[in-house]
């Protein structure tokens, strides 16, 4: 038990100090342990050493702000600690194989090069299918955002409430469509778009509907409740998909929440998570 508290305070000191340079030496320091034996305790239970964990978690930072906001490359790289503009386009190269700008300006966001911050607290969201969805309608409300990352927790909470309610209101099963931009004149921030509604089980469009495109998706199901709604969706994008090498293509998420009766904003829900993908699991 020591040492998994250890390891874990290792894991919130490198959190907290991703925007510096930070190395196994100051790790040493903050503990009062020894590289060496820190160097063990930690590939003991993170299962890859420290040095490497720390790049993978600088590079999978910058590439969520390479992606999701409009953010010079220069300015993503002083953010996370690179001595220059330079060290930080070689270590991005290395690790995802394109420069910054060509993963940013990629038509596909390709997972592979991520690594989601351990957690001692496994998060199991079982087996997932690839299936083609055709081409459907939500009668709903329509909503824009914009936000800054990392998502403020009112905002979730606010997102989940809006679930639940519907939910309620319907009385049937709710789809929630997703789409998430960088914002244009904003460079920090993100603009989402989303639709939350009922299912048109028909095939032509009526008014006040609004379409999500038809293609390949991964199929995710699970149940979660308020605290873990989010953990679920950032372990999918940044553990699933990079073990199986998925690319997410140009296209909005889909959730489909499944009524079971009345719903409160502390019950588990049903979810059921479709995902644009490009390519399918080796």
Request: hydrophobic fraction near 35%.
């Amino acid at each position: 038990m020591l040492k998994k508290n250890i390891v874990q305070e290792v894991l919130n000191y490198i959190e907290n100090n991703i925007d510096v340079n930070i190395n196994i030496d100051d790790i040493s320091r903050f503990t009062g342990y020894s590289r060496r034996h820190i160097q063990t305790i930690f590939k003991h239970h993170v299962r890859i050493p420290i040095g490497l964990y720390i790049r993978k978690r600088r590079v999978t930072r910058a590439s969520i702000f390479l992606r999701l906001t409009n953010m010079n490359v220069i300015d993503i790289s002083a953010k996370f600690g690179y001595d220059s503009q330079q060290s930080f386009c070689r270590e991005f190269k290395k690790a995802a194989g394109l420069t910054p700008l060509q993963y940013r300006r990629s038509c596909c966001w390709d997972f592979s090069p991520l690594l989601e911050e351990f957690n001692f607290s496994r998060i199991d969201v079982g087996s997932f299918q690839i299936c083609t969805l055709p081409e459907g309608y939500i009668s709903g409300q329509m909503s824009h955002q914009e936000i800054t990352i990392p998502i403020n927790e009112n905002i979730l909470d606010v997102r989940w409430n809006s679930i639940i309610n519907h939910l309620n209101n319907q009385k049937q099963n709710i789809w929630y469509i997703s789409e998430y931009n960088a914002h244009k004149k904003h460079s920090m921030r993100i603009k989402i778009s989303s639709v939350i509604g009922v299912h048109n089980k028909e095939v032509n469009k009526k008014p006040g509907d609004h379409p999500y495109p038809s293609g390949i998706y991964a199929r995710f199901s699970f149940r979660c409740n308020k605290e873990e709604y989010s953990k679920y969706s950032k372990h999918i994008y940044l553990n699933i998909f990079p073990k199986h090498r998925l690319k997410r293509r140009p296209a909005p998420d889909i959730e489909v929440f499944t009524y079971n009766g009345y719903a409160r904003p502390d019950n588990a829900l049903d979810c059921e998570y479709y995902i644009p993908v490009e390519t399918v699991a080796e």
